[in-house]
C-alpha cells in the first residue's frame, strides 16, 4: 500500500510536469501576439519594448523561462513576496521588474498579481461551487436513481427518467439564465450573481453560501449531473439485480428489502465512486459555464478571462492546477476503489 | 414407496415475452422422497433449472403464469404468501448453481455469506453465525476453514467455491437441496468430488437432492430416479437402471448414444441427436422431439404423447409400441455397447 502510493505519487508529479512541459511549449511557441508589446500599450518605443521583454524575462533561454514558470508553482522554500500587494508604490522601471528576480513568483501579465496567489485566492469558490453542486446531484441522483431501478417501468420510474432526459438535454447556460429570472428577477427570493468583495478566502466563499448565493449556481450544476447520474445508478441496479450472486442472495431467502440495498447497491454503486471522483476532479479545475453566469470570481472564469487577454502565465497556471486536481482525483479514486472492491489490488 | 416430501404436479411455467409465450415448463410432475436422489437430465431450453427455480419461488407470477402444484410436506408452496416463502427457500429447500465464479457476492466474505443464511433463519448472535459457517466450511473439506471464512470469493478456487455454495446451502440442515448443473463449471477432476462431496453430506445431513444436468454420464452414480426432458415435458422417467440400460424413449436413446466412449473403435464418430431443441414459443405439434425423432410415425406430429408407465415406476411418452421399443433399444441402441 505504501510503495503504491509513493509510486503513483511519482507518477502524478511526472504527468504534471510533463503537462506543465507541453503547455509552456505551446504558448510559448504559439504565442497569439507578442507580451512585451501588448504590456507596454499603444504608443511606444522599440526601447520600451525590449524593456519589457526584459522585464517579463523573454529574453532569457527557453529553459531559464521554464524553470521559473515551474518555480511559481512549487511551494517551497516560498518565493518572495511580492511588494506591491503589500501596498509599497512600485518601482520606478515598472511594476514587473521584480519578475526578473530567478526567485521571484511568476506574475501574470495581466494585473501582475503572483500567479500562485490569484488561483488561491479563487480556489475557494471554485472548491465551495464543485463541492456543494456535488453534495446535491448525489443527493438527487441516486435516491432517484434507486427508485427507478427498483421499480422499473413503475410510474415513478418514467417520472425519473423524464427527469434525467431534461437535466441531460438541458445546456447549463440556459438553466442558469432561467432560475436567475425566475428566483431573482421575478420572485426576489434570491441574491442576483456576482460575490461581492472582500468576500476573501474559504470564509469569503462560505459566508457567500450562507448567505445563499451558492443556491442557484449549485442547483443549474446539480441539475445535469443529478440526473446523469440517476440514469447510470438506474442502469447500474439493473444490470447488478440480474447477476447470478443476487439469485443466490434470494435463494438464501433473504428479503427482497436485503437483497436489494445489501447485495445490489453495494455492486451498483460502486462505479458511481469513479465517476464522482473524476467529476469533482474536473469542475475543481474550473467550472466555466456556471462561473461565468453566475459572476462568481473562480478558477473557470479565471481561466476564462486569461485566455481573452493572452495573459499566457495565468493560462498556464490554470491548466498546470487543473492537470494536478484531475491527477490527484484520479489517485483518490483508485485508492478508494481498492477499499470497495477486494478484487483490485494495489500492485 | 415412503411418504413424498416434494410432489410437483402439472406444474407448468409460461412466460409472457414480445415474441409470444414461451413455455417453458408445460406440465411436470414428479415427486422426491426424503433421502432420495433425483436427476433431471436434458438439454439447454429444456425447462430444467426453470422447473426447479419455480419450486424455489424464485420465478415469480409477475414474470411468469405458473399453474400446477408444488407440495412441500403437504403444502402447496405456490400458494404460500412471499414471507412463508421465505422462511423455507434456503432454509428447508436449498440451491446450489451452475456457475461458482458469478454465484457468490465479489464484494463480501464467504464467512459472511454463509453466516448471513443462517442469521436470516435462526435467532443466534452474529458471532455464533460465523462460527457455524466456518463449521459448515470444514464440513464441505475446506482446508484452514478459519482463515478462508475472512477471505474473498475471489481467493478461491473454482470447486472451492462450489463447496462454499454447498456449505451455504446446507447450513441450515434442509430436507431438499437442488443443485443446478453443479460441475459444469468445474474441471472435470473436481467435478467427481463435488458429486462425491453431494453425496456423501445428502447422507450425512440427510437430505433428498435434485441434481439437474445436461450430462448422463455425469449423474449416473449419484441417482436413485432420473427425469429425462424435452421441451418443457418430461419424456420419460425412472429409476437410474432403467434409463441407463432399459430406456424406452427415442430421445434418451439420443442422449445415451451421444455419450463418447473409450471402449470403442476410435475411428468411430460422435453420434448426435440431429437437428436442435425446439424453439419454446413455437413448440413442434404432437410430440415436441417428433422433428428430430428417427423413428417417428403417423401419430407423432398430431398427437401428444402422455407419460404411460410401463413397468412398475418407469414411464415414457412415445407414441411408439412397447414392443417396437423394446425391439429398436435392444437391436440398435444398446447392441452398440
Known sequence: ?347 | MPQPLLEVKDLRVHFPTDDGLVKAVDGVTYSLAPGETLGIVGESGSGKSVSSLTVMGLITPKQANISGEVLFQGQDLLKLPKDEMRTIRGAKISMIFQDPMTSLHPFYKVGFQISEAILEHQEISKKEALDQAVEMLARVNIPHPKDRANQYPHEFSGGMRQRAMIAMALALNPDVLIADEPTTALDVTVQAQILDLIDKLKSEFNAAVIIITHDLGVVAEHCDNIMVMYAGKAAEFGNTEDIYYKPLHPYTWGLLRSIPRLDEDTHERLHPIRGLPPSLINVPPGCAFHPRCPYRFEPCDKEVPALLPVDGHHAAACHLSLADKQRIRDEEVMARG
Not at chain 1, 432561467?178 to 420572485?187: E, G, M, P, Q, S
Not at chain 1, 435463494?251 to 467529476?279: C, F, N, Q, W
Open chain 1, 1 to 347: 500500500m505504501g510503495r503504491y502510493l509513493i509510486r503513483r505519487s511519482l507518477f502524478l508529479i511526472m504527468v504534471v510536469v510533463v503537462v506543465s512541459f507541453l503547455t509552456f511549449l505551446i504558448f510559448v511557441k504559439l504565442p497569439a501576439g507578442d507580451p512585451a508589446r501588448r504590456a507596454v500599450g499603444r504608443t511606444t518605443t522599440p526601447e520600451q519594448i525590449e524593456n519589457a521583454r526584459k522585464a517579463f524575462g523573454l529574453d532569457k533561454p527557453l529553459y531559464v523561462q521554464y524553470w521559473r514558470f515551474l518555480r511559481g508553482f512549487i511551494p517551497w522554500p516560498p518565493s518572495q513576496p511580492l511588494e506591491m500587494i503589500a501596498g509599497k508604490p512600485p518601482p520606478p522601471d515598472g511594476p514587473w521588474l521584480d519578475a526578473t528576480e530567478p526567485d521571484g513568483p511568476y506574475y501574470s501579465y495581466g494585473n501582475f498579481v503572483p500567479v500562485k496567489e490569484e488561483i488561491a485566492r479563487r480556489l475557494p469558490i471554485t472548491g465551495t461551487l464543485a463541492i456543494g453542486a456535488a453534495i446535491i446531484w448525489l443527493l438527487l441522483g441516486i435516491p432517484i436513481g434507486i427508485l427507478s431501478g427498483v421499480r422499473r417501468r413503475s410510474v415513478a420510474d418514467r417520472a425519473a427518467m423524464i427527469f434525467a432526459i431534461v437535466g441531460v438535454s438541458m445546456p447549463i447556460f440556459w438553466l442558469a439564465q432561467l432560475l436567475l429570472y425566475a428566483f431573482w428577477f421575478k420572485l426576489r427570493i434570491l441574491p442576483s450573481s456576482g460575490i461581492p468583495i472582500g468576500y476573501e478566502g474559504w470564509g469569503g466563499a462560505l459566508r457567500a453560501a450562507a448567505e445563499g448565493r451558492f443556491i442557484l449556481p449549485w442547483v443549474s450544476l446539480a441539475y445535469i449531473n443529478a440526473a446523469f447520474y440517476a440514469r447510470m445508478v438506474r442502469g447500474n441496479l439493473i444490470e447488478t439485480m440480474n447477476e447470478d450472486y443476487i439469485r443466490t442472495a434470494r435463494a438464501k431467502g433473504l428479503s427482497e428489502r436485503r437483497v436489494i440495498y445489501k447485495h445490489g447497491l453495494r455492486g451498483a454503486l460502486t462505479p458511481v465512486v469513479t465517476m464522482l471522483g473524476l467529476d469533482v476532479g474536473l469542475l475543481l479545475g474550473g467550472a466555466f459555464i456556471t462561473e461565468t453566469v453566475f459572476g462568481l470570481p473562480g478558477i473557470g472564469q479565471l481561466a476564462v478571462s486569461a485566455i481573452g487577454t493572452n495573459d499566457f502565465p495565468m493560462v498556464m497556471g490554470v491548466t498546470i492546477i487543473g492537470a494536478f486536481i484531475i491527477a490527484v482525483a484520479n489517485l483518490v479514486v483508485d485508492v478508494a476503489y481498492a477499499f470497495l472492491d477486494p478484487r483490485v489490488r494495489y500492485t
